[in-house]
């Protein structure tokens, strides 16, 4: 059972920057994909970047240009850089991995446990 640990807990005003870090407990070998995740107060959780083991990417229409998913070259931390940071960026952010690619939709096998972001304006 593979174990992620967000970190980076923020509060930061409106065209701030933030920087997320997601740790596994164990590297996933072969074929992955990881994802951020997040979910305001009353909405659905949404996907916002992944990535995958070859390092192909793709965001939400919401965040491109604002936020960049990478790795590290040992491929056991995620990271979720947030720049230009809005008040609507406010959510619980949730890192995400599997062997399947899921790309942006919410059906992945492992799951952090979550991190605030709150933007104020």
């Known amino acids: 059972q593979i174990q992620l640990v967000e970190s980076g807990v923020g509060s930061v005003h409106a065209g701030g920057s933030l920087r997320l870090s997601c740790v596994l407990s164990?590297?996933?070998?072969?074929?992955?994909?990881m994802a951020w995740f997040r979910q305001a107060s009353g909405k659905e959780r949404e996907g916002v970047a992944n990535?995958?083991?070859?390092?192909?990417?793709a965001y939400a229409d919401s965040v491109k240009g604002r936020f960049t998913i990478s790795q590290n070259n040992a491929k056991n931390t995620l990271y979720l850089q947030m720049d230009s940071l809005k008040p609507e960026d406010t959510a619980m952010y949730y890192c995400?991995?599997?062997?399947?690619?899921?790309?942006?939709?919410?059906?992945?096998?492992?799951w952090g446990q979550g991190t605030q972001v709150a933007v104020s304006s």
């Open positions: 995400a991995a599997d062997t399947v690619f899921w790309w942006l939709l919410p059906k992945y096998r492992y």
């Open positions: 164990d590297p996933i070998y072969g074929d992955y994909c």
């Open positions: 990535i995958d083991n070859l390092g192909n990417t």
